[in-house]
């Protein structure tokens, strides 16, 4: 069975042009259809996004029957976090505080899935959607967090888990934590001549840093990956979305 998955920082909605445009990024998921996307810089409520429930309002435009909300800052009004859009359904869903001292709030969305095989014998799979912070040390004392978290933790070797989003780590200092700490392979990885590279994300006009990641672990096979093209990627936010498809055995 093969799931596609899509990892979108959407920066509110709002794109470089700082146009408020949130039928850009539907179209641009449509155009990849993912059967589950990871988005991050959600807003609900906040008069910047007109006080849309963003998460909801990509849900019905895009015919996502399962949708989850982790808030991680509070605003003045409303809130902003990650977000989680399914095909298949949602049926636990934990926001894990990353958060380190007095910095802005972060954190990582936990969502358990139930995937329908072939067989018709459901198929659970972990997914964690986060958003880590702006300097180097703050992210790796984030990984560490997360990597000791119950939702992390207790989940076994073999289990499928996918774990997307915005990472910030252009050198790629966490990689070597994920990989062989945790046991993860890098969807988000190419081979060069000097070894792994992640692809690029970031800035979306003309991607140099590979911000955004997807790792995986467990029962499935990595397909390919790449990053979207879509024209209006270029400035429907500050990221690119990344994609990914697997199969799941």
């Keep these: 069975m093969r799931l596609r998955f899509a990892t979108y920082n959407i920066h509110r909605a709002i794109g470089v042009d700082r146009r408020f445009r949130p039928d850009r990024i539907a179209e641009i998921l449509q155009d990849h259809s993912p059967d589950i996307a990871l988005l991050q810089e959600v807003d609900e409520g906040v008069p910047r996004s007109r006080e849309l429930h963003l998460a909801e309002d990509l849900a019905e435009r895009l015919g996502y029957p399962y949708w989850a909300v982790g808030h991680n800052v509070s605003l003045r009004k409303g ?20 958060t380190i001292g007095n910095r802005k709030r972060r954190g990582c969305q936990h969502t358990s899935i139930l995937v329908e ?3 018709g014998h459901p198929h659970r ?13 703050e992210r790796e004392r984030q990984a560490g967090l997360l990597a000791h978290s119950r939702e992390m933790a207790d989940l076994e070797p073999r289990t499928a888990c996918i774990l997307g989003g915005d990472f910030n780590d252009w050198r790629s200092l966490l990689r070597a934590f994920f990989v062989e700490g945790l046991r993860f392979d890098c969807a988000s ?52 979305p990344l994609i990914a498809e697997f199969e799941l055995h």
């Design 79 to 98: 809130w902003y976090g990650n977000a989680t859009l399914s095909r298949y359904p949602i049926k636990r869903e934990r926001n894990i505080d990353l």
């Design 117 to 119: 095989k072939v067989t």
């Design 125 to 137: 799979l972990e997914v964690f959607n986060l958003h880590l912070g702006l300097s180097a040390r």
């Design 189 to 240: 990885d190419h081979q060069t001549q000097r070894g792994p590279r992640a692809i690029k994300t970031y800035p979306s006009i003309s991607p140099r840093g590979g911000l955004d990641r997807i790792y995986y672990r467990g029962n499935l096979r990595l397909l390919w990956a790449y990053r979207c093209r879509h024209v209006a990627a270029r400035v429907a936010s500050d990221h690119r």
